[in-house]
């Protein structure tokens, strides 16, 4: 039970704020930490649909077959703000934000969860928000 609890309150503490005026993906601390973020000598991200669901995900320096042409975001700290995150181009936030029926132009929170395909690589899903 307790350790239901504390599965719990991660998933809740698990999250992006995405805002669609600028296409940013910003980190909440605890997602920053599980990422583990500062053990990787460079962090770049690919966001993608999940096969067989219109979900959306990303994933931590995909391992891509040499010459393979897609778009990868580089994770930034802005300092000003003092937040951590990725601007996501393919998709776009809007996109997103379309597919999930949520209001454009907006920031919304989503809730992250992670998962791993077929081959056992680690990917973060976006959770749609109020089962949309």
Sequence with gaps: MIRELIDSFRKLSRFVIMDASDNSVTFS?????????????????????????????????????????????????????????????????????????????SKCRISMERGKTETGLEYWKFCRPHGK
Excluded: W
Aim: hydrophobic share 40%; glycine share 6%.
């Design 29 to 105: 601390k605890r997602l920053f930490k599980d990422l583990r973020l500062m053990e990787l000598p460079e962090a770049k991200v690919m966001v993608f649909t999940l096969s067989g669901t219109k979900d959306y995900a990303f994933m931590l320096n995909p391992p891509l077959p040499e010459g393979t042409e897609t778009q990868l975001a580089e994770v930034m700290i802005n300092d000003k703000y003092h937040c951590i995150g990725f601007e996501s181009l393919v998709p776009t936030v809007n996109r997103i934000f379309f597919d999930y029926g949520l209001p454009e132009g």
